[in-house]
């Protein structure tokens, strides 16, 4: 499983941003909305593209465009403070949405709402969630896509833990991750360290 720490000034300080208590909601989520045009920026680095001929008002020559758009994925709730910028950097996405919520004392994710494609069959797919904790809440959204079919899976993550990583690697799911940090460790609460808190009650409050 590829795994590629965004290492990058401008990206360091919105995550630094976020990860400082003493920030606000409305300044946690602009600082998200800009760290998410970064990520996503690196993440279709590769993607292929499809060529066609223009005109420039002096020339003809080559536009690019992005050969399949992915259909991206925010995770409620925190995803969705990435859909948008997301969304703005690849209009022509589609986007579905899978919603859970991590039971605070078992830390398993409880499914809450599912609207994806039938089939994903061919069409690369993006997931968005700051957060990658022990990693379940990652690994039951992919297999929903897999079961779909999709066989192209990036996750897209503001940072991550290690154990996270670690089962994701060893769930032989298809996918890579991209992240602007890989943490040092869970706490026993299952939170990262050092990391940001709750994505989800730093954006939108505490459920
Ligand atoms: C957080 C976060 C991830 C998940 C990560 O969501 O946004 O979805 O936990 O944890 P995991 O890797 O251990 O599964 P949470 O369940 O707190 O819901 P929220 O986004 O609604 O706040």
């Known amino acids: 499983m590829d795994v590629h720490v965004?290492?990058?000034?401008?990206?360091?300080?919105?995550?630094s941003t976020?990860?400082?208590?003493?920030?606000?909601?409305?300044?946690?989520?602009?600082?998200?909305?800009?760290?998410?045009v970064m990520l996503v920026y690196e993440a279709t680095r590769d993607f292929p593209v499809r060529t066609?001929?223009?005109?420039?008002?002096?020339a003809l020559t080559d536009a690019y465009r992005l050969a399949t758009p992915p259909l991206l994925v925010p995770v409620l709730r925190a995803?969705?403070?990435?859909?948008?910028?997301?969304?703005k950097?690849?209009?022509?996405?589609?986007?579905?949405?899978?919603?859970?919520?991590?039971?605070?004392?078992?830390?398993?994710?409880?499914p809450y709402m599912e609207s994806l494609p039938d089939s994903l069959a061919d069409?690369?797919?993006?997931?968005?969630?700051?957060?990658?904790?022990?990693?379940?809440?990652?690994?039951?959204?992919?297999?929903?896509?897999?079961?779909?079919?999709?066989?192209?899976v990036t996750a897209v993550c503001a940072l991550a833990a290690p154990e996270g990583i670690e089962l994701l690697r060893e769930s032989g799911?298809?996918?890579?991750?991209?992240?602007?940090?890989?943490?040092?460790?869970?706490?026993?609460?299952?939170?990262?360290v050092p990391g940001l808190g709750d994505a989800g009650d730093r954006q939108y409050g505490a459920r």
């Open 6 to 15: 965004v290492d990058h000034p401008l990206a360091k300080a919105r995550l």
């Open 18 to 36: 976020m990860r400082d208590a003493r920030t606000d909601s409305a300044a946690f989520r602009a600082a998200l909305h800009e760290l998410t």
């Open 52 to 58: 066609e001929r223009i005109h420039t008002p002096v």
């Open 79 to 87: 995803g969705l403070g990435m859909a948008d910028q997301a969304h």
């Open 89 to 110: 950097l690849i209009p022509d996405a589609r986007m579905g949405f899978v919603g859970l919520a991590r039971d605070e004392e078992t830390l398993q994710p409880t």
């Open 123 to 152: 069409q690369p797919v993006m997931v968005l969630d700051p957060m990658l904790a022990t990693g379940g809440s990652m690994e039951f959204t992919i297999r929903l896509l897999v079961e779909r079919g999709a066989t192209d």
């Open 173 to 192: 799911l298809p996918l890579r991750v991209v992240t602007a940090s890989i943490d040092e460790r869970l706490n026993d609460s299952g939170f990262i």
